[in-house]
């Protein structure tokens, strides 16, 4: 059923804007997902972060805690094996990563809520690959949104400023070598949905990663090498009453050929700014989708770090 995610050229945008944003706009609405090919970050960006990332979790155990901050969230740096679980999971995920968060300017009000990445003295390439990283995905996703607003009738800048100041992150994830294969089906990161406005996904050609289609089937998401996939979260599902909707996917289990190797990706997860009211659009109301609650973009992500583990309740 890999049909449901054709490569959508994003060479397209700039000589067909309406083209290219129908085209994302109907991915969204039958998955939640989409996959982009010809997307502008380089191939340099992306490797140097990928072998920092690397570096990074081949350091020590002892030094890579160093870099935990469970008191905050676990928002910023380190979060070792076995940490999170999906909304609901009694069990951990088999993965550790790390966050990199949004540089601000000093005099921001948003440093009260947002904390500084932490410095990683101990792999030399590591501070200057992950931040270039981050600022490409960051600008990446915000073309992408135009897109999407111009899909939902908005003017093309709407989403502009609410997140440019956003509590996005940039999540490099390790899902390490499995030596005893687990069962066939079981996975490595349990059925959830994002809780940010869009995601940014890198590192998605290694099989496991599944999205379930709301007739009940898990599709496969196997993108061409080189491509991005890009999906909705809660928030985008909020605003738009569910028209865009923010579909569950999990990470499987490799097959046991496969179990001895490990996994890396760097899902970037797009935020609104955290004072942005989060409330049905009435175009969306009127095209049959379901309002709730209006609610801040800080309160209702506070709401669901409790739920997946990572801030006590």
Known sequence: MTEYFKPISFRQWPTDKTAFADALGRSFRETGFAVISDHP??????????????????????????????????????????TENAKGAAAADLKEFWHTGRALPADSP????????????????????????YEAMDTFG???????????????????????????????????????????GTVRAGAHEDINVITLLLGAEEAGLQALHRSGVWLDVSPPAGSLVINCGDML???????????????????????????????????????????????????????????????YLMERLREIGLVAS
């Open 41 to 82: 970050i380089p191939q340099a960006v992306i490797d140097r972060a990928v072998d920092a990332s690397k570096a990074f979790f081949a350091l020590p155990a002892e030094v890579k805690e160093q870099y935990h901050d469970a008191a905050g969230g676990r928002q910023r740096g380190y979060t070792p094996f076995a």
């Open 237 to 299: 599902q909020r605003l738009t009453g569910g028209v865009l909707p923010s579909t569950t996917h999990r990470v499987l289990n490799p097959a046991p050929e496969r179990s001895k190797f490990p996994r890396y990706s760097t899902p970037f997860f797009l935020h609104f700014n955290q004072d942005v009211m989060i409330e049905a659009l009435p175009q969306c109301l009127a095209e049959g989708g379901k309002a709730e609650t209006p609610i801040t973009a800080q309160d």
């Open 142 to 184: 915000a073309q992408l949104l135009h897109a999407v607003a111009l899909h939902l009738g908005l003017p093309e800048s709407w989403f502009d400023d609410k997140v440019q100041n956003g509590n996005s992150i940039l999540r490099l994830l390790h899902y390490p070598p499995q030596d005893n294969p687990p069962p066939q």
């Open 110 to 133: 948003y440093r009260a809520t947002m904390k500084e990445t932490p410095v990683v003295p101990e792999v030399a390439e590591f501070d200057e690959a992950t931040r270039a990283f």
